[in-house]
C-alpha cells in the first residue's frame, strides 16, 4: 500500500447489482476502486493499473475467475498483487484450489460487508509490511533480514544464500504456492539461466535445514504441489524431503 494514498481496489464481477454494491461500500469505507465484468478485461487492467487489490469472483463468463487468477500469477506485471476470490463455492476442495491457484484469501457469498473489508484489511496488511519489515515471522520460524539469521523452534538454522532467498520468499507470500519458473525468476533472476530442476536440489537443502533430522520430527513446513510448484504452508502434511 503507498503511503498516504488509499489503496486502489479492483473488483472483478459480472453481477452489475453486486458491482454498484461493492463499488459503494468499499468507497464509503476510503478505498478508491475500479470495475472490470469479465476476465480479459480484468487481466489488462490489472497490468496496467496495478491495484493495490483484486476482489476476483469465481463465476464469470468466459474465463472462470479460478483461470484468471492463474493468469495473473503467471504475468511477471501482476504476479505479486493480492487476490481475495468471491465465490458461492463454499467446500474444502474448491477453497484449496482458489488458494492453489494463488489467491490471497477466499470469501464465500453471501458475506456481510463487515466480512469483507476485514479479509480487506488483513490482506493489505500481511502483504505490505511483510514486503519491508526486517523480522518475518511463519509458525515457529522467525527470519531477521537485516542479521541474515534464522531461527526454528529457538534453534538456529544455517542456511545457504540460495535457501536463505528462497525462505525469504515463500515467507514473504506464506501459502501461496510457486512453481518452479516462478522461484528461479524471484531467486536467480531473469536473465540468469538455470534448469527448473536446480529448484528442487535447494528447496531440498532447505526442507533438510529447516526441519533437521528425523529424530527431532519437526514438521515439514514446505508443501509440495505435485506439477504445480512449492508452497510454505504449516498444515501440510509431511513429505520425506
Ligand atoms: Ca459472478
Redo the contacts with the bound molecule.
Keep these: 500500500m503507498r503511503a498516504g494514498i488509499q489503496p486502489l481496489i479492483l473488483i472483478v464481477?459480472?453481477?452489475t447489482d453486486l458491482v454498484t454494491l461493492l463499488t459503494y461500500n468499499l468507497e464509503k469505507e476510503g478505498f478508491r476502486t475500479l470495475a472490470s465484468y469479465d476476465g480479459d478485461d480484468a487481466l489488462l487492467i490489472a497490468a496496467e493499473q496495478r491495484p493495490d487489490l483484486i476482489l476476483l469472483?469465481w463465476?464469470?463468463p468466459q474465463r472462470s475467475g479460478l483461470e484468471v487468477c492463474r493468469q495473473l500469477r503467471r504475468n511477471a506485471k501482476t504476479r505479486d498483487l493480492p487476490i481475495i476470490m468471491l465465490t458461492a463455492r463454499g467446500e474444502e476442495a474448491d477453497r484449496v484450489r482458489g488458494l492453489d491457484s494463488g489467491a490471497d484469501d477466499y470469501v464465500c457469498k453471501p458475506f456481510s460487508t463487515s466480512e469483507l473489508l476485514a479479509r480487506i484489511r488483513a490482506v493489505l496488511r500481511r502483504v505490505s509490511p511483510r514486503v519491508t519489515d526486517e523480522v518475518l515471522g511463519y509458525g515457529d520460524v522467525e527470519m531477521d533480514l537485516a542479521a541474515h539469521r534464522v531461527r526454528r523452534a529457538g534453534q538456529d538454522i544455517h542456511l545457504g544464500p540460495t535457501e536463505f532467498r528462497l525462505l525469504r520468499h515463500f515467507m514473504q507470500h506464506p501459502g501461496r504456492v510457486f512453481s518452479r519458473e516462478q522461484l528461479l525468476d524471484v531467486v536467480w533472476g531473469h536473465d540468469v539461466y538455470v534448469e527448473p530442476r536446480t529448484v528442487d536440489v535447494h528447496i531440498r537443502r532447505l526442507r533438510k535445514a529447516l526441519n533437521g533430522n528425523q529424530e527431532t520430527d519437526m514438521p515439514d513446513l514446505i508443501r509440495t504441489v505435485r506439477s504445480a510448484g512449492y508452497a510454505l504452508d504449516a498444515s501440510a502434511p509431511s513429505h520425506a524431503a
Excluded: S
Aim: no cysteine.
Design positions: 464481477e459480472d453481477e469472483d463465476m464469470l
